[in-house]
T-cell receptor, first 114, second 115 residues
Framework: AQSVTQLGSHVSVSEGALVLLRCNYS??????LFWYVQYPNQGLQLLLK??????LVKGINGFEAEFKKSETSFHLTKPSAHMSDAAEYFC????????????FGKGTRLHILP | ETGVTQSPTHLIKTRGQQVTLRCSSQ?????VSWYQQALGQGPQFIFQ???????GRGNFPPRFSGLQFPNYSSELNVNALELDDSALYLC??????????????FGPGTRLTVL
């Protein structure tokens, strides 16, 4: 069975500071891993995904994430936070070579402090 | 290229009623997945349709049912509505069901409130 754990339902960082959102996964088969962002009253938008190529994945809006198999982690980072980054972020996992059903974490709300 | 659209955007129903939510997939996409997102939670997988056939189902009771049409648009039907069905219902389409990490493109959702 697959699962995703996001540490911290709320994270606050100052504008210009490093953003780090934590995600740990559990999967019985090699996983695909995703980070999605959700702005208020909108659907989800894909930030980046890991599909067994490079372990360091670069996404949109300056975000990146590193797949660490030994730590079963896929943490999301951005060197310098911007006010527009305030949103809900979801880590998700699906099963490689099976189908594309996605299991989501509970989300982390990112607050940017001026 | 038209993205994923959902209708209606908001809906208010009472307990015991039935509701139908609609989704138009992105052009060229033959797979549609439905998710329920309760307040403060991540999306929960309801079911997926691939070329008009159900291709997997999450832990939802049979009163949640769906359809996919030849043009790959889809409906989610919920019978005998309960208060806990109040949520944002998200539709996502993808290019294929093959598991190569195909991106799912999400619609804006339908906000269902059950009174």
């Amino acid at each position: 069975a697959q699962s995703v754990t996001q540490l911290g339902s709320h994270v606050s960082v100052s504008e210009g500071a490093l953003v780090l959102l934590r995600c740990n996964y559990s999967s019985s088969v090699p996983p695909y891993l995703f980070w999605y962002v959700q702005y208020p009253n909108q659907g989800l938008q894909l930030l980046l995904k890991y599909t067994s190529a490079a372990t360091l994945v670069k996404g949109i809006n300056g975000f990146e994430a590193e797949f660490k198999k030994s730590e079963t982690s896929f943490h999301l980072t951005k060197p310098s936070a911007h006010m527009s980054d305030a949103a809900e972020y979801f880590c998700a996992v699906s099963r490689m070579n099976r189908d594309d059903k996605i299991i989501f974490g509970k989300g982390t709300r990112l607050h940017i402090l001026p | 290229e038209t993205g994923v659209t959902q209708s209606p955007t908001h809906l208010i129903k009472t307990r015991g009623q039935q509701v139908t939510l609609r989704c138009s997939s992105q052009s060229g996409h033959n797979t549609v997945s439905w998710y329920q997102q309760a307040l403060g939670q991540g999306p929960q997988f309801i079911f997926q349709y691939y070329r008009e056939e159900e291709n997997g189902r999450g832990n939802f009771p049979p009163r949640f049912s769906g359809l996919q049409f030849p043009n790959y648009s889809s409906e989610l039907n919920v019978n005998a509505l309960e208060l806990d069905d109040s949520a944002l219902y998200l539709c996502a389409s993808s290019l294929d069901r093959s598991a190569r990490g195909n991106e799912q493109f999400f619609g804006p959702g339908t906000r269902l409130t059950v009174l």
